[in-house]
């Protein structure tokens, strides 16, 4: 993609780090292990991702949309896979055929599902998700009992098995939040209503990467882990360090290096004027390419083993460092957010200077002018 022997920007994921990850997971849990790859993997390369998940022992893999189930089916995953939001007329038919677990919260969803297995002529593996407290999406706790006969009334007809009931927690990441306790005992509730109508899930899950941590009566069978498999942290302040390490890195090349006067205003709006003569560098990365303008005056990048924190607004393209009088020379590495063990910041500390969360860092990282490299390293525990 770039005519230069070193890219102007580039992300660099390590699958060597993710498959570390995965296995330390699955360790800590003791539950089945879906790593949870939608949004092209938070922003690390879904079939990348997926594969190396597969090697470290994931039985499952989840993804949002049905299309990102069937790009892994067409790379030739051919493993578990649970997809679970879809909008009114979306193509069922593909995705039962490739044997992917659809997920209904509705009886207008199970009608479709009904109508795609009667098209294809093949059994669905259905799951079916309750809104235990979220809001979002799943059965309302009051449109469960008619959910769960209908679906074993299709069960019983032979158009599916259901081969899993699930929901999803609105504070895992506060342990402590008595939202925690209440979807866990409306979880059970409706898992009791389920089995009394006939229903034998294979997989009952609950938990995403902060609970699968933290709370370890949310494991039932499975444990959906996502931003925790990238290495990064789900519930900060709370999660005990298990080694994980962050896949993603972030980098790109110094441009240029140059000396400014007292007094000179940096970037549009002269938002930081120099109250010293410093020298500043430029970093050709900007909103364009995935870095928060928020971050603007507020970050750091590590260059050469120091931080050297974003004066003034971070544009499209590049944004501007302090190097406060050091010349680092042009074509220097510039690491934006990666592991943490060089003296860089990580992408939690840009979420926090960001007011976001990792999640949003990582997966907004990048783009058409970023190369995607993965690397494979060993990883020092
Ligand atoms: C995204 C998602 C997950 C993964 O959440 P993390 O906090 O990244 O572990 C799990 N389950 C569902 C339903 C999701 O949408």
């Not at 939040?177 to 229903?199: C, I, K, M």
């Not at 994980?244 to 709006?269: E, F, I, N």
Request: charged share 20%; proline share 6%.
């Amino acid at each position: 993609m770039s005519p230069l022997p070193v890219p102007r920007a580039e992300v660099v994921v390590d699958l060597a780090a993710l498959r570390h990850n995965v296995r330390t997971l699955a360790e800590h849990c003791g539950a089945a292990m879906m790593t949870v790859v939608k949004a092209d993997g938070y922003g690390h390369g879904m079939v990348e991702v997926a594969r190396a998940a597969r090697d470290a022992g994931s039985s499952w893999l989840g993804v949002a949309t049905i299309d990102e189930a069937l790009a892994l089916r067409a790379a030739g995953d051919t493993g578990r896979v649970l997809c679970w939001l879809t909008v009114p007329g979306e193509d069922h038919d593909a995705a039962i055929a490739a044997g992917v677990d659809v997920t209904a919260y509705s009886l207008a969803e199970l009608a479709e599902v009904e109508a795609a297995v009667a098209r294809t002529g093949t059994p669905a593996r259905l799951q079916l998700k309750i809104d235990t407290g979220l809001s979002r999406g799943g059965s309302t706790y009051a449109d469960w009992p008619a959910l769960v006969e209908a679906a074993r009334a299709g069960e019983v007809a032979g158009r599916w098995r259901v081969t899993g009931i699930w929901t999803h927690p609105a504070s895992a990441d506060e342990p402590d939040d008595p939202a925690n306790d209440s979807q866990e005992q409306v979880f059970r509730d409706a898992l009791d209503l389920a089995a009394a109508a006939g229903l034998e899930p294979e997989v009952r899950h609950f938990a995403n990467s902060a609970a699968a941590i933290l709370r370890p009566s949310a494991r039932f069978d499975l444990v959906r882990c996502g931003i925790a498999s990238y290495g990064l942290d789900p519930a900060p302040g709370h999660t005990p360090d298990l080694g994980l390490v962050p896949a993603m890195t972030a980098r790109a090349t110094l441009a240029m290096v140059k000396d400014v006067a007292a007094g000179s205003g940096v970037s549009y709006g002269h938002t930081w004027v120099a109250d010293r003569p410093t020298t500043l560098g430029l970093v050709p990365v900007g909103y364009g390419d995935g870095v928060p303008r928020s971050l603007s005056n507020h970050a750091s990048v590590g260059i050469a083993g120091k931080q050297r924190p974003v004066r003034g607004r971070v544009c499209m393209d590049q944004l501007v460092v302090d190097l406060d009088g050091d010349r680092p020379e042009p074509g220097t590495d510039v690491v934006l957010f990666g592991t943490g063990r060089d003296g860089a910041p990580t992408a939690q500390d840009w979420a926090e200077a960001a007011g976001t969360i990792s999640y949003e860092i990582v997966t907004r990282f990048g783009g058409s002018r970023v190369t995607r490299t993965h690397v494979d390293t060993e990883v020092r525990a």
